[in-house]
């Protein structure tokens, strides 16, 4: 699976957008970019995930540039709950969904009142 | 939905005992689960891929002997650590992803179990 790089740490007023970039320079065609996130002392959580079109569920919006070299997920209206680790992970999708995941070491989130 | 139990929260044994771990998908059947332990301030490090009927996957380095796991249903997997030492103590997390054809490989993830070895 291609390496994926996000910043360590990143601060975002409340109520403000949260944009969070991921590089991922050598995706391949057939890998998808998954973001999850994980509260302090909980288990992570499923955010979205895509190929190449932009997606955008309840949680957030998800960004990947046309050349699908980096994506950005869009938190609208960030509250004192999003405050996380946001990790973004390339990883091959087959039919049966059974790939694993490589975390890395995310970006560490602060939603600042 | 697609919601993941992992029991017991937390946990506190003395070295040398052997301590079980069970992560139950709720509302779906998982052919493949995932195991996971977590470092303070370390990001997660998969353990082992477990699937149903047969025998779970480990990653490099990871001792399966000390780490058993079984899967013995479409919505069950138990990690047992035998033999507990502190060097042990960690949050171990499971994750379940929905199996079959047209599945999006989405990991639903439990709330973890934090094992401390005395």
């Known amino acids: 699976d291609a390496k994926t790089t996000q910043p360590t740490s990143m601060d975002c007023a409340e109520g403000r957008a949260a944009n969070l970039p991921c590089n991922h320079s050598t995706i391949s065609g057939n890998e998808y970019v998954y973001w999850y996130r994980q509260i302090h002392s909980q288990g992570p959580q499923y955010i979205i995930h895509?190929?190449?079109n932009n997606e955008t569920n309840e949680m957030a919006s998800l960004i990947i540039t046309e050349d699908r070299k980096s994506s950005t997920l869009i938190l609208p209206h960030a509250t004192l709950r999003d405050t996380a680790v946001y990790y973004c992970?390339?990883?091959?999708?087959?039919?049966?969904?059974?790939?694993?995941?490589?975390f890395g070491t995310g970006t560490r989130l602060t939603i600042i009142p | 939905g697609a919601v993941v139990s992992q029991h017991p929260s937390r946990v506190i044994c003395k070295s040398g005992t052997s301590v079980k771990i069970e992560c139950r998908s709720l509302?779906?059947?998982?052919?493949?689960m995932f195991w996971y332990r977590q470092f303070p301030k370390q990001s997660l490090m998969l353990m082992a891929t477990s699937n149903e009927g047969s025998k779970a996957t480990y990653e490099q380095g990871v001792e399966k002997d000390k780490f058993l796991i079984n899967h013995a249903s479409l919505t069950l997997s138990t990690l047992t650590v035998t033999s507990a030492h502190p060097e042990d103590s960690s949050f171990y997390i499971c994750s379940a992803t929905p199996t079959g054809i047209g599945a999006k490989n989405i990991q639903y993830f439990g709330a973890g179990t934090r094992l401390s070895v005395l």
């Open positions: 509302d779906f059947q998982a052919t493949t």
């Open positions: 895509g190929l190449k």
């Open positions: 992970i390339a990883v091959w999708a087959s039919n049966f969904g059974n790939e694993k995941l490589t």
